[in-house]
Protein backbone atom coordinates (compact mmCIF):
# COMPACT_ATOMS: atom_id res chain seq x y z
CA UNK A 1 0.00 0.00 0.00
CA UNK A 2 2.27 2.63 0.75
CA UNK A 3 4.33 1.51 -2.76
CA UNK A 4 0.84 2.40 -4.29
CA UNK A 5 0.46 5.18 -2.36
CA UNK A 6 4.37 6.68 -3.46
CA UNK A 7 3.62 6.36 -7.35
CA UNK A 8 0.45 8.15 -7.00
CA UNK A 9 2.32 11.15 -4.95
CA UNK A 10 4.90 10.76 -8.29
CA UNK A 11 2.45 11.14 -11.01
CA UNK A 12 0.55 13.94 -9.40
CA UNK A 13 3.57 15.38 -9.02
CA UNK A 14 4.21 14.98 -12.66
CA UNK A 15 0.87 16.02 -13.26
CA UNK A 16 1.41 19.46 -11.66
CA UNK A 17 4.44 19.79 -12.97
CA UNK A 18 2.99 19.60 -16.89
CA UNK A 19 -0.36 21.29 -15.91
CA UNK A 20 -0.03 23.53 -19.28
CA UNK A 21 0.47 20.24 -21.60
CA UNK A 22 -2.63 18.89 -19.53
CA UNK A 23 -4.66 21.94 -19.71
CA UNK A 24 -4.11 21.86 -23.59
CA UNK A 25 -4.89 18.41 -23.70
CA UNK A 26 -8.36 18.80 -22.16
CA UNK A 27 -9.07 21.79 -24.05
CA UNK A 28 -8.67 20.25 -27.45
CA UNK A 29 -10.60 17.23 -26.13
CA UNK A 30 -13.52 19.40 -25.00
CA UNK A 31 -13.66 21.66 -27.37
CA UNK A 32 -13.13 19.71 -30.92
CA UNK A 33 -16.13 20.92 -33.19
CA UNK A 34 -18.02 17.92 -34.60
CA UNK A 35 -17.95 18.65 -38.44
CA UNK A 36 -21.70 18.03 -40.34
CA UNK A 37 -21.47 16.28 -43.68
CA UNK A 38 -20.60 20.00 -45.47
CA UNK A 39 -17.75 20.32 -43.56
CA UNK A 40 -16.39 17.09 -44.57
CA UNK A 41 -16.60 17.60 -47.95
CA UNK A 42 -15.04 20.84 -47.90
CA UNK A 43 -12.22 18.63 -45.87
CA UNK A 44 -12.25 16.01 -48.80
CA UNK A 45 -12.07 19.03 -51.76
CA UNK A 46 -9.20 20.22 -49.92
CA UNK A 47 -7.27 17.75 -49.58
CA UNK A 48 -7.66 16.81 -53.82
CA UNK A 49 -6.40 20.20 -54.32
CA UNK A 50 -3.58 20.00 -52.42
CA UNK A 51 -2.35 16.95 -53.81
CA UNK A 52 -2.83 18.26 -57.08
CA UNK A 53 -0.64 21.74 -56.44
CA UNK A 54 1.47 18.36 -54.56
CA UNK A 55 2.39 16.51 -57.64
CA UNK A 56 3.70 19.33 -60.16
CA UNK A 57 5.78 20.29 -57.96
CA UNK A 58 7.03 16.86 -57.17
CA UNK A 59 7.69 16.70 -60.65
CA UNK A 60 9.78 19.41 -60.62
CA UNK A 61 11.85 18.29 -57.66
CA UNK A 62 12.42 15.01 -59.71
CA UNK A 63 13.20 17.21 -62.99
CA UNK A 64 15.95 19.15 -60.83
CA UNK A 65 17.88 16.08 -59.28
CA UNK A 66 17.84 14.40 -62.87
CA UNK A 67 19.50 17.76 -64.46
CA UNK A 68 21.88 17.85 -61.82
CA UNK A 69 21.03 21.18 -59.86
CA UNK A 70 21.27 22.28 -56.63
CA UNK A 71 18.31 21.07 -54.20
CA UNK A 72 17.28 23.91 -51.84
CA UNK A 73 17.73 23.68 -48.04
CA UNK A 74 13.76 22.97 -47.90
CA UNK A 75 14.11 19.54 -49.40
CA UNK A 76 16.74 18.32 -47.22
CA UNK A 77 15.47 16.22 -43.65
CA UNK A 78 17.37 17.38 -40.80
CA UNK A 79 17.85 14.42 -38.38
CA UNK A 80 16.63 14.90 -35.41
CA UNK A 81 19.09 14.54 -31.70
CA UNK A 82 18.37 11.72 -29.81
CA UNK A 83 17.59 14.62 -27.03
CA UNK A 84 14.67 16.05 -29.16
CA UNK A 85 13.03 12.41 -29.71
CA UNK A 86 13.66 11.85 -26.01
CA UNK A 87 11.90 15.32 -25.01
CA UNK A 88 9.33 14.90 -26.82
CA UNK A 89 8.49 11.16 -25.73
CA UNK A 90 8.27 12.55 -21.96
CA UNK A 91 5.58 15.51 -22.80
CA UNK A 92 3.67 13.30 -24.92
CA UNK A 93 2.72 11.22 -21.76
CA UNK A 94 -0.79 11.92 -20.58
CA UNK A 95 0.29 12.16 -16.75
CA UNK A 96 -3.10 13.16 -16.07
CA UNK A 97 -4.96 9.75 -17.03
CA UNK A 98 -1.61 7.72 -15.39
CA UNK A 99 -2.11 9.58 -12.11
CA UNK A 100 -6.16 9.10 -12.16
CA UNK A 101 -4.96 5.28 -12.86
CA UNK A 102 -2.86 5.14 -9.59
CA UNK A 103 -5.41 7.47 -7.23
CA UNK A 104 -8.15 4.63 -8.78
CA UNK A 105 -5.82 1.94 -7.85
CA UNK A 106 -5.22 3.11 -4.29
CA UNK A 107 -8.72 3.80 -3.00
CA UNK A 108 -9.66 0.31 -4.60
CA UNK A 109 -6.95 -1.17 -2.89
CA UNK A 110 -7.64 0.80 0.36
CA UNK A 111 -11.40 -0.28 0.12
CA UNK A 112 -10.33 -4.23 -0.02
CA UNK A 113 -8.55 -3.48 3.07
CA UNK A 114 -11.23 -1.99 5.02
CA UNK A 115 -13.63 -4.80 3.76
CA UNK A 116 -11.51 -7.45 5.04
CA UNK A 117 -10.63 -5.75 8.57
CA UNK A 118 -7.51 -4.86 8.12
CA UNK A 119 -7.71 -1.23 8.75
CA UNK A 120 -4.65 -0.91 10.80
CA UNK A 121 -2.58 -1.16 7.91
CA UNK A 122 -3.74 2.51 6.44
CA UNK A 123 -4.34 4.59 9.87
CA UNK A 124 -0.72 3.09 11.56
CA UNK A 125 2.52 5.10 10.77
CA UNK A 126 4.82 3.86 9.27
CA UNK A 127 8.04 4.51 10.80
CA UNK A 128 11.47 3.99 8.74
CA UNK A 129 13.33 2.15 11.55
CA UNK A 130 10.86 -0.52 11.05
CA UNK A 131 12.36 -0.48 7.00
CA UNK A 132 15.93 0.67 7.48
CA UNK A 133 16.81 -0.46 11.29
CA UNK A 134 18.35 1.43 14.11
CA UNK A 135 21.51 1.87 12.13
CA UNK A 136 20.01 3.03 8.66
CA UNK A 137 18.41 6.02 10.78
CA UNK A 138 21.06 9.49 10.85
CA UNK A 139 19.32 12.11 12.78
CA UNK A 140 20.19 15.79 12.08
CA UNK A 141 22.59 16.17 14.83
CA UNK A 142 24.44 13.29 13.99
CA UNK A 143 24.82 14.90 10.35
CA UNK A 144 25.64 18.01 11.96
CA UNK A 145 28.50 16.01 13.98
CA UNK A 146 29.68 14.41 11.35
CA UNK A 147 30.22 17.57 9.05
CA UNK A 148 32.06 19.39 11.82
CA UNK A 149 34.38 16.63 11.84
CA UNK A 150 34.93 16.40 7.93
CA UNK A 151 36.08 20.14 8.09
CA UNK A 152 39.44 20.17 6.43
CA UNK A 153 42.27 21.33 9.48
CA UNK A 154 44.68 23.16 7.27
CA UNK A 155 42.08 26.37 6.43
CA UNK A 156 42.45 27.02 10.42
CA UNK A 157 39.57 28.13 13.02
CA UNK A 158 37.65 30.69 10.95
CA UNK A 159 36.44 33.80 14.04
CA UNK A 160 33.06 32.41 14.29
CA UNK A 161 34.18 29.51 15.39
CA UNK A 162 36.43 31.42 18.28
CA UNK A 163 33.21 33.26 19.43
CA UNK A 164 30.72 30.78 19.45
CA UNK A 165 28.94 29.52 22.03
CA UNK A 166 28.87 25.60 23.13
CA UNK A 167 25.37 26.25 24.78
CA UNK A 168 24.41 28.70 21.82
CA UNK A 169 24.97 25.79 19.48
CA UNK A 170 23.10 22.98 21.52
CA UNK A 171 20.36 25.47 21.49
CA UNK A 172 20.63 25.96 17.67
CA UNK A 173 20.16 22.26 17.17
CA UNK A 174 17.29 21.70 19.73
CA UNK A 175 15.30 24.71 17.50
CA UNK A 176 16.03 22.60 14.54
CA UNK A 177 14.98 19.70 16.17
CA UNK A 178 11.47 21.53 16.83
CA UNK A 179 11.09 22.82 13.23
CA UNK A 180 11.11 19.38 11.85
CA UNK A 181 7.88 18.54 13.72
CA UNK A 182 5.18 19.03 11.24
CA UNK A 183 1.74 21.14 11.93
CA UNK A 184 0.08 18.07 12.80
CA UNK A 185 2.85 16.91 14.95
CA UNK A 186 4.32 14.08 13.53
CA UNK A 187 8.09 14.45 14.18
CA UNK A 188 10.12 13.43 10.96
CA UNK A 189 13.95 12.93 12.23
CA UNK A 190 15.74 11.96 9.48
CA UNK A 191 12.77 10.68 7.49
CA UNK A 192 12.25 8.08 10.90
CA UNK A 193 8.37 8.58 10.04
CA UNK A 194 5.79 8.61 7.24
CA UNK A 195 2.56 10.06 6.64
CA UNK A 196 0.25 6.80 7.19
CA UNK A 197 -2.03 5.86 4.04
CA UNK A 198 -4.79 7.32 5.23
CA UNK A 199 -3.87 10.27 5.02
CA UNK A 200 -1.74 10.49 2.32
CA UNK A 201 -4.78 9.29 0.18
CA UNK A 202 -6.61 12.22 1.86
CA UNK A 203 -3.63 14.66 0.82
CA UNK A 204 -3.78 12.82 -2.93
CA UNK A 205 -7.45 13.21 -3.84
CA UNK A 206 -7.09 16.93 -2.72
CA UNK A 207 -4.50 17.62 -5.12
CA UNK A 208 -6.49 15.75 -7.71
CA UNK A 209 -9.50 17.90 -7.23
CA UNK A 210 -6.92 21.22 -7.32
CA UNK A 211 -5.99 19.78 -10.55
CA UNK A 212 -9.00 18.97 -12.36
CA UNK A 213 -10.43 22.70 -10.69
CA UNK A 214 -7.65 23.96 -12.81
CA UNK A 215 -8.66 22.42 -15.79
CA UNK A 216 -11.87 22.96 -15.65
CA UNK A 217 -11.63 26.52 -15.26
CA UNK A 218 -9.20 26.49 -18.37
CA UNK A 219 -12.29 25.55 -20.33
CA UNK A 220 -14.22 28.04 -21.97
CA UNK A 221 -17.66 28.24 -20.12
CA UNK A 222 -19.75 27.08 -23.48
CA UNK A 223 -17.73 23.49 -23.46
CA UNK A 224 -17.41 23.12 -19.50
CA UNK A 225 -19.35 20.21 -17.89
CA UNK A 226 -21.00 20.53 -14.69
CA UNK A 227 -17.96 21.29 -12.39
CA UNK A 228 -19.31 18.15 -9.75
CA UNK A 229 -19.11 16.04 -12.53
CA UNK A 230 -15.70 17.00 -14.05
CA UNK A 231 -14.26 16.73 -10.50
CA UNK A 232 -15.16 12.78 -10.71
CA UNK A 233 -12.60 12.54 -13.16
CA UNK A 234 -13.18 10.14 -16.57
CA UNK A 235 -16.17 8.32 -16.65
CA UNK A 236 -16.70 8.80 -13.06
CA UNK A 237 -14.07 6.65 -12.63
CA UNK A 238 -12.48 8.37 -9.58
CA UNK A 239 -15.67 9.60 -7.75
CA UNK A 240 -17.43 5.80 -8.02
CA UNK A 241 -13.77 4.68 -6.34
CA UNK A 242 -13.78 7.66 -3.72
CA UNK A 243 -17.76 6.81 -2.40
CA UNK A 244 -17.21 3.36 -2.39
CA UNK A 245 -13.98 3.93 -0.56
CA UNK A 246 -15.95 6.97 2.03
CA UNK A 247 -18.44 4.19 2.85
CA UNK A 248 -16.19 1.53 4.08
CA UNK A 249 -14.47 4.10 5.99
CA UNK A 250 -17.59 5.26 7.53
CA UNK A 251 -18.31 1.59 8.87
CA UNK A 252 -14.77 1.33 10.72
CA UNK A 253 -14.04 4.94 12.04
CA UNK A 254 -16.07 7.24 13.45
CA UNK A 255 -16.99 10.87 12.22
CA UNK A 256 -13.99 12.76 14.85
CA UNK A 257 -11.60 10.35 13.49
CA UNK A 258 -12.12 10.95 9.97
CA UNK A 259 -11.53 14.35 10.52
CA UNK A 260 -8.24 13.75 13.19
CA UNK A 261 -7.10 11.77 10.06
CA UNK A 262 -7.20 14.59 7.53
CA UNK A 263 -10.58 14.55 6.19
CA UNK A 264 -12.19 17.47 5.08
CA UNK A 265 -15.48 18.52 6.60
CA UNK A 266 -17.96 18.46 3.31
CA UNK A 267 -16.32 15.61 2.15
CA UNK A 268 -17.54 13.69 5.35
CA UNK A 269 -21.00 15.26 4.70
CA UNK A 270 -21.15 14.25 1.17
CA UNK A 271 -20.41 10.55 2.42
CA UNK A 272 -23.03 10.75 5.01
CA UNK A 273 -25.47 11.65 3.14
CA UNK A 274 -24.77 9.11 0.68
CA UNK A 275 -24.75 6.42 3.29
CA UNK A 276 -27.99 7.69 4.33
CA UNK A 277 -29.39 7.39 0.91
CA UNK A 278 -28.42 3.66 0.76
CA UNK A 279 -29.54 2.61 3.93
CA UNK A 280 -33.09 4.39 2.82
CA UNK A 281 -33.03 2.26 -0.76
CA UNK A 282 -32.17 -0.78 1.36
CA UNK A 283 -35.45 -0.35 3.70
CA UNK A 284 -37.56 0.45 0.90
CA UNK A 285 -36.45 -3.09 -0.61
CA UNK A 286 -37.48 -4.97 2.54
CA UNK A 287 -41.00 -5.81 2.10
CA UNK A 288 -43.32 -4.89 5.36
CA UNK A 289 -44.33 -7.67 8.08
CA UNK A 290 -47.96 -8.81 7.91
CA UNK A 291 -49.89 -7.41 10.78
CA UNK A 292 -52.41 -10.28 12.53
Not at 48 to 59: K, L, N, R
Not at 89 to 114: G, N, Q, T, Y
Not at 210 to 234: I, N, T
Not at 254 to 260: Q, V
Request: aromatic residues 6%; negative net charge.
Amino acid sequence: MEAKVLRCDLLLSMTTRNISLVKSRAAARYTTPSTDEEGKEAAVAEQVEDTETAAPSGSKARLSEEDGSECTNNDIVQPRSPFSEAFDAVHSIKWEDKAEDALVECLIAARHLLEEGRPEVLSLEVQAVDWFGPEGIVSPKQETLEAQKLKSPSRGPRFSDLTSDPEQDQSDLDSEDEEETSEDGSIDIGGSSRVYPLKALFRLHDRYEEQRLAVWLHLPASKREKMGYFMCGLERRVGSAWDGFGLALLMVYDSATLIRHGLGADKLDKWIELAAVKNTKKVRRKPARKTI
